[in-house]
């Protein structure tokens, strides 16, 4: 008999199909092709993308030469644009407004490698700080309330450059997920006086069967309601509201962390496409007691899409718990100079 | 610039982006091919599904032998048993029961056939006819709230067998964007008096531009917030919040309907894949002054996946009034024979 399971902080039920379980291996994951094509991302050719707003470069190098270690540019096509007002207003009973905001590009690396888990820990290290520094520099804008930093790997999660990038959209409005999020975790502390993802945590932790690992500043778990096989969650364990306030030590852990739990997602399910997504509080708000940040990491393995998207009702063949059991088992590729080497292309 | 633009009912925002607006040809969709294999759904099959829950069948003809026009049987492979106790508990913070509920598959035709614009009127009228009685039966059981039925047609829209058919998941928990459409109608009915959908139709008929067909009784537009490209709805003017009340006068207008909506979307857009839910109120409800039932039809074009689903954020790239427009010229392949003797197979 399946599970029904419900998400403690949205309401979302899912069904969690225990007789279809599957291995990891029963997936048919289209395999992240190398496309042997020019790249706009590689260093020296900084100048096919828009001119950078900041980089992380060696001491001496300019501007929108080589020598960056991380760069950040404008999307090319972009989904919003930086200038204009809002114009906020109705059209009978609908409402709209324009729509300004921010779109970029943060490219990871000069080299041509195509996945998180490629990078050494340093360099993820300086992608979690620059998110940090988009940010914080964004929210100084007052017409803009939300900063969404996502990252799609393989065509099949969206990725149309394969080059090893994130996105931040940057947006007026809360996107509806996130606010769902906040409503019913505000929800949940009002009933009961805590925050649910810290609940979430300490039930994790104590239960151990859905961890997939657990370092002194961080948890990973695939959640009790996962939508996707082999989704999991990254959360800080001391509590906090917005990913910009993230200190330099715990940058430093969560970096292994990224590596790490991508890694093993890369050697269980061999290298599928996959998307993640920083959930964090809107600009405008102050600490919240019970908001959490946290990353989700979504293997791209599923085929459907209209009817989950229509519907908001998932079924999802893998329960967590076994998902958790095979991440836990599997080695990310440990060494970095190994990964170096058996992957250099560029 | 973009639109930013709010969906009346549930508050999500969309970026309509109009700068990247395309053509229909412009999409790149993957054919649905036709492949030449065995198919349990044809005629003469039908020992290889499990046995028929009902059948529209001629007259002397035999339960789960040929001679039938419409048929419903069991999904061979559920995602919800039938047999059980709902077993409501919890874990610690986390909510579960038993995976109790219906999922059943309503064959539309015994000729192999994979689209609603390859049936003819009075077969659609047949199919639309068997989802009421279907769910007048199911909403008998008290385990279960809610009845759900959609149809995936093409690969890319999650449907694994082609011929033609549509499926019914019957639920005791209610899908979280029904829930979601629910109380934003309540809310709005408490704020206006009024139902949303009906001041939907009438901004809609008189505004024009977003309409794609206007019947007595039905309109089909594209909604001002669509997700997705050429998403198209149909509702019926008339309120009435469970789609099991429909009349039959209703179900043979609306047969017209969904032939020549769906054939435009086809026409438009190459066959390309899609999917299309019934939005309807829970079993448990009595007729509903704030919900009315409706149609979702949505063509399989973009290609993103996990940050859709992981945000709730849909950046569409072609404006409704461009689909409407688009859809409003384009003629559905008028007359059965016709089709049925240019699509013949098997």
Redesign the interface.
């Known amino acids: 008999?399946?599970?029904?399971?419900?998400d403690?902080i949205?309401?979302?039920?899912v069904?969690?199909?225990k007789s279809?379980a599957k291995r990891p291996h029963d997936f048919d994951t289209t395999p992240r092709r190398r496309r042997k094509q020019f790249c706009p991302f590689c260093e020296g050719n900084e100048d096919k993308t828009p001119g950078e707003i900041i980089a992380y470069r060696e001491p001496g190098s300019r501007p929108n030469g080589k020598g960056w270690r991380v760069r950040v540019v404008p999307n090319k096509?972009p989904?919003?644009?930086i200038e204009?007002e809002l114009n906020k207003r109705g059209?009978?009973?609908?409402?709209?407004?324009?729509?300004?905001g921010a779109h970029e590009v943060i490219i990871e690396s000069p080299r041509h490698v195509i996945s998180t888990s490629e990078l050494s820990e340093s360099q993820i290290r300086e992608v979690l700080w620059v998110y940090r520094d988009r940010l914080v520099d964004l929210k100084k804008d007052p017409r803009l309330v939300y900063g969404?930093i996502?990252k799609?790997v393989g065509?099949?999660?969206?990725a149309s450059l394969e080059h090893t990038h994130s996105q931040l959209?940057v947006?007026?409005?809360v996107?509806?997920?996130?606010?769902?999020e906040m409503t019913g975790s505000l929800e949940f502390q009002h009933y009961r006086g805590r925050c649910?993802y810290c609940?979430?945590i300490q039930?994790e932790l104590a239960?151990e069967k859905r961890v997939v690992m657990d370092t002194p500043g961080f948890v990973a778990f695939c959640p009790?309601?996962s939508?996707?096989p082999f989704e999991t969650w990254i959360l800080p364990k001391v509590h906090s509201s917005h990913y910009e306030k993230i200190q330099k030590n715990e940058v430093d852990e969560l970096a292994g962390v990224m590596r790490q739990v991508i890694g093993k997602i890369e050697v269980a399910l061999d290298q599928p496409a996959?998307?993640y997504?920083i959930h964090t509080a809107p600009f405008d708000t102050q600490e919240l007691g019970h908001y959490h940040w946290h990353i989700?990491i979504?293997p791209?393995l599923t085929?459907?899409?209209?009817?989950?998207?229509?519907?908001?009702?998932y079924?999802n063949p893998v329960p967590p718990e076994d998902a958790a059991m095979f991440l836990g088992e599997v080695e990310a590729e440990s060494s970095e100079t190994e990964t170096f080497t058996s992957r250099r292309t560029g």
């Open positions: 008999m399946p599970d029904l399971r419900k403690p949205v309401g979302r039920w069904i969690v199909a279809r096509f989904a919003l644009e204009g059209e009978g009973i609908y409402d709209m407004m324009q729509g300004v969404m996502f799609n065509a099949a999660a969206g959209i947006t007026p409005i996107p509806i997920n996130v606010w769902e649910v609940d979430m039930q239960h009790f309601a939508r996707f996959y998307n997504i989700e979504m791209s085929k459907s899409a209209g009817f989950e998207w229509g519907t908001g009702f079924i």
